[in-house]
């Protein structure tokens, strides 16, 4: 499936997700282990109908979840094809139903703050202290 290219995922307009390196990023904040077990196991229930999964780490408040493509394909100028690692539609479409999950389950976005943004009472969740893996 040919890779996406940075206009094409902006005009996706993916209110919970934000391009982050290889691929797209969300943050669902939780009140309970509980409502996040759920939460993902209905995201797993969606990536089975569509043959694509995110990879998920599921903490104390939070629940990321991360989708890219390992078999995009680039075309160079030459037109030489090259696999690579990247966003693609199947992304932008997991993502999107994602979203309809989040709704459906009441768990919210960890959206970033604009610096015009005052909700102080957003609450937010502790980051991970530790990763595995290189940083994204």
Not at 12 to 32: E, F
Request: hydrophobic share 35%; net charge negative; proline share 4%.
């Amino acid at each position: 499936m040919d890779m996406l290219r940075g206009e094409q995922i902006a005009e996706a307009n993916l209110t919970d997700w934000r391009k982050l390196a290889q691929g797209l990023h969300a943050r669902y904040l939780v009140d309970d282990f509980g409502t996040g077990a759920r939460f993902v196991a209905a995201v797993g229930e969606a990536g089975d109908a569509l043959g694509h999964h995110p990879r998920v780490s599921i903490g104390n408040g939070y629940v990321d979840l991360k989708l890219v493509s390992d078999d995009a394909i680039f075309r160079d100028d030459e037109g030489t094809e090259h696999v690579v690692e990247w966003v693609t539609q199947q992304d932008v479409d997991l993502a999107r139903r994602i979203t309809e999950i989040a709704a459906d389950h009441k768990v919210n976005a960890d959206r970033p703050r604009s610096a015009t943004s005052s909700s102080a009472s957003t609450r937010r969740a502790p980051r991970p202290s530790h990763q595995c893996g290189p940083p994204s």
